[in-house]
């Protein structure tokens, strides 16, 4: 009777130990899809198994029923070192050795003990007899075992054996992130080694008391602490190891303390160190590190660093990423560094080559200014008559020569307005003017371009806008310019209204509405960007480079004001330049 507190504490311990194992079944679900997890679940399931029916068996006094949860019993004992074996070849990078012939073999072997089991009364080769230990009906069999089971034995001792090796084999690599979770899961394989040895010598203080469900149970409770503390970041050290190796960019991995707990060979080159890295502060290495964090947002380190590599100057991109915990705490960091200088080689060239062109852009403009100007200004002195009386068709043709010119001239400015914008040379200019000004000098143009179309061209000025404003007349009316330009060109019938707008107490506003053919949703930002125009039927019949919209928005964030475009398509467009109301001092 003295034994029975003990075997109601043992079926506790069980019970507790299943209770942990299904909970640690379903935080393994979650990650099933990782290759060996489920041979992790049919370990942990057979142990479940194998501590239930265990502790039933201990609990029943028919020794009927106490033989039947015993044979029960073998169907975890079969499978569980097979599912631990499964799990650790995966783990440790030979998971190809498991192919289906070699697994089926290794699952049939384990089947068999299971039937012999099952099936011990006809053969009695798993146990020789079966008894109540001590007479007692309470507690565990008193077995006494058979060839199949020593067979059974052999055969568990293999696998357990080959699972002990690979963990050793993964525990001591030199420079691995999984060092730590190897070890932890090596000193929970001791385990099962020394509870299944003391019960089959029966060395074990009751030796009718089979120990290997508790000792299976540790195994789990430190492989999960394992998994836990490392978030189940990998089943596959070896794997990650070759990919890790493999990196062409170097690769560091700090722990919290910003201690280096790996790196990849192509780090270890960079930083041109042959002495031992692992568990060196980053900042001896780097030291401009705390500096760098001090000024970066969320302390993630964007920086580049300067490396002199075989005589060479060479230019690295090093990228910072927090490792987090599941509660959010970041328990470590992972450094990216890349060799970028091809692509800043690249970048000169480009901003180069880009200065070029717009140095191009520029003089040629200089260069048909001027001639455009003569022609500009000898074709309004023929259509005012300044050479005596024209025809009809002379001056219908002066109209066209004067039409062209301007449109071309339009052109010009745009090509030489974008690259002075890309190189950052305009300069606002900002004087006293008036606000009929703006559009004044403009509206010969406009209204014969209008009016060749059949439009009608309207200008209007709120009363309430003040009549003399601050700003750069130059670039105003090349606002107006473009916005009325691609508004008649996109407007076969109705009108263009120009409107000059006081917006609110601080803004003015140029409005252009047109009766046009309308701009789709979709296509709506990118009538903003350089070189874009909206594909359709209408637009492929008209001509320009697409520059005038881009040239209008920059200009506008140039002069600190926004633009709005309410357009609805087959309905016209409404442009809207607002800009910052500046009154010129009385």
């Not at 631990?84 to 089947?111: D, P, Q």
């Not at 070896?238 to 780090?267: C, M, Q, T, Y």
């Not at 950052?424 to 403009?442: H, M, N, S």
């Amino acid at each position: 009777m003295e034994l029975y507190p003990y075997y109601i504490g043992y079926i506790v311990i069980l019970l507790a130990g299943s209770l942990m194992g299904i909970l640690l079944l379903m935080r393994i679900w979650g990650v099933r899809i990782i290759p060996g997890a489920y041979g992790l679940m049919l370990a942990v399931g057979c142990v479940v198994e194998w501590s239930l029916t265990y502790a039933m068996e201990i609990f029943s006094t028919n020794l009927a029923e106490k033989i039947l949860w015993a044979k029960l019993e073998f169907f975890g004992i079969s499978y569980v070192t097979l599912g631990m074996f499964i799990f650790t070849m995966h783990y440790s990078g030979h998971g190809s050795w498991l192919t289906r012939t070699r697994t089926a073999l290794l699952a049939i072997i384990a089947s068999l003990n299971f039937m012999f089991a099952l099936t011990n009364e006809w053969h009695h080769q798993i146990w020789t007899s079966i008894a109540f230990t001590n007479g007692l009906p309470f507690g565990p069999l008193d077995l006494q075992h058979g060839t199949m089971f020593n067979l059974l034995v052999i055969f568990q001792y293999v696998l357990i054996t080959a699972v002990t090796v690979l963990f050793f084999q993964i525990a001591g690599r030199s420079q691995s992130l999984y060092r730590s979770q190897s070890r932890i899961m090596l000193i929970g394989m001791s385990f099962p080694w020394l509870a299944n040895f003391m019960y089959v010598t029966r060395l074990n203080p009751y030796p009718f008391l089979d120990l290997t469900p508790v000792a299976l149970t540790l195994t789990n409770l430190f492989i999960s602490i394992s998994f836990l503390r490392y978030r189940f970041m990998d089943l596959r050290p070896i794997a990650h190891d070759s990919v890790f190796n493999a990196i062409k960019d170097g690769v560091v991995v700090l722990d919290h303390k910003e201690r280096i707990v790996d790196i990849n060979p192509v780090g270890i080159f960079i930083f041109q160190n042959t002495s031992e890295l692992l568990g060196r502060e980053i900042k001896t290495l780097l030291p401009q590190w705390n500096e760098w964090q001090a000024s970066s947002q969320h302390r993630e380190i964007n920086q580049e660093i300067m490396v002199e590599l075989a005589g060479e100057q060479l230019t690295f991109s090093l990228r910072t990423t927090s490792v987090v915990d599941q509660r959010g705490k970041r328990t470590g960091r992972v450094l990216l560094i890349s060799d970028i200088t091809e692509q800043k080689k690249a970048q000169k060239q480009i901003m180069e080559a880009s200065r070029l062109k717009s140095q191009l852009l520029a003089n040629l403009g200089h260069d048909l200014r001027s001639p455009l100007g003569a022609i500009i200004g000898y074709a309004e002195m023929l259509k005012d008559g300044s050479f005596g009386p024209m025809t009809e068709n002379q001056t219908k043709a002066s109209s066209e020569i004067l039409d062209g010119a301007n449109q071309l001239l339009s052109f010009i400015n745009n090509l030489v307005g974008q690259a002075q914008i890309e190189t950052g040379k305009i300069v606002l200019r900002e004087y006293p003017f008036d606000v009929t000004e703006v559009v004044g000098p403009l509206l010969s143009t406009l209204n014969f371009h209008a009016h060749k179309k059949g439009l009608k061209l309207v200008e209007y000025i709120d009363p309430a806008l003040p009549q003399t404003l601050v700003g750069d007349q130059f670039w105003l009316r090349q606002i107006v310019m473009n916005l009325v330009h691609n508004a008649v060109k996109f407007t076969e019938k109705g009108s263009v209204t120009v409107r000059f707008m006081k917006q609110d107490a601080n803004h003015w506003s140029i409005q252009v509405i047109d009766t046009g053919i309308g701009i789709p949703p979709e296509a709506q930002k990118r009538v903003f960007e350089a070189f874009e125009q909206v594909d359709s039927m209408e637009n492929s019949k008209q001509s320009g480079f697409g520059l005038g919209l881009s040239i209008v928005a920059k200009l506008t964030s140039i002069m600190n004001g926004k633009i709005e475009l309410e357009s609805e398509e087959g309905k016209g467009c409404t442009f809207r330049v607002i800009l910052p109301l500046k009154e010129a001092s009385k």
